[in-house]
C-alpha cells in the first residue's frame, strides 16, 4: 500500500459525499422556487403585513431545508410548508399582539366606493378576506390556490365535513360584509 492511497480514498469518499448532499440541495433549490410564490400569496390573502408575511414564509423554508429528507418523501411536500408558514404567522401576529389589517369601521361609507379594474377589486376581496375568522379565511384562501377538500382537511387538520362547512360559513360571510361595505351583490348580478 502506498502512501497515497489513503489520501486519494479519503478524496473519493469526499466527493462522493459532495455529490450525495448536492442532490438534495439542487432538489431543495428547485422546490423552494416554485414554491415560494405560492406560499407567500397564500400567507398575503391571511394578513396584510408584508413583513410578516415574508419572514412567516422564510422560516417555513428554513424548517423546511433542515428536515428536507423527510419532507420531500411527503406526497405534497407545498402543503406541509404551507402548514408550517401559516402557524408561524399565526405566532408573529400573537407576539406582536395586534391586527394586521384595518377596521372598516374607520372608512366612512362615502368613501367606499365599487372597484373600477380587477386589481381594485382583488385588493377589495383582500380585505374581506381577512376580516373573516381565521379558520375561514385560511379555507378560503386554499379553495382560491385551487385546493380540494381533503387537500384543505389534511393541511388545516379538519374533518373534510367541517372544511365544507367553513366554506359556506365563509362565503356568507363575504356576502354580508361586502354588503356592509356598499358592494353590489355580485352574485345576483346576471352575467350579459
Not at 459532495?18 to 400569496?41: G, I, K
Not at 418523501?73 to 405566532?91: H, N, T
Not at 380585505?127 to 380540494?148: E, F, H, K, M, S
Amino acid at each position: 500500500m502506498s502512501w497515497a492511497e489513503p489520501a486519494v480514498a479519503r478524496a473519493a469518499a469526499t466527493d462522493g459525499a459532495q455529490r450525495r448532499q448536492a442532490e438534495p440541495d439542487a432538489m431543495f433549490e428547485r422546490f423552494f422556487n416554485a414554491s415560494y410564490p405560492l406560499v407567500v400569496r397564500f400567507l398575503w390573502r391571511l394578513c396584510s403585513n408584508h413583513d410578516l408575511v415574508q419572514d412567516a414564509a422564510q422560516e417555513a423554508f428554513i424548517t423546511a431545508k433542515a428536515k428536507w429528507e423527510t419532507v420531500s418523501g411527503y406526497d405534497k411536500p407545498l402543503i406541509w410548508v404551507r402548514k408550517v408558514a401559516r402557524f408561524e404567522l399565526m405566532r408573529l401576529l400573537k407576539q406582536q399582539n395586534r391586527q394586521a389589517c384595518v377596521s372598516l369601521d374607520a372608512v366612512p361609507p362615502q368613501l367606499i366606493v365599487e372597484p373600477k379594474d380587477p386589481r381594485e377589486a382583488q385588493q377589495a376581496l383582500l380585505y374581506l378576506l381577512r376580516r373573516l375568522p381565521q379558520r375561514q379565511a385560511a379555507v378560503l384562501a386554499l379553495v382560491v390556490d385551487g385546493c380540494t377538500d381533503k387537500e384543505i382537511s389534511w393541511e388545516l387538520d379538519l374533518t373534510i365535513n367541517t372544511v365544507r362547512s367553513y366554506k359556506s360559513a365563509a362565503r356568507q360571510k363575504m356576502q354580508q360584509l361586502a354588503a356592509q361595505a356598499g358592494y353590489q351583490d355580485v352574485a345576483s348580478r346576471r352575467r350579459p
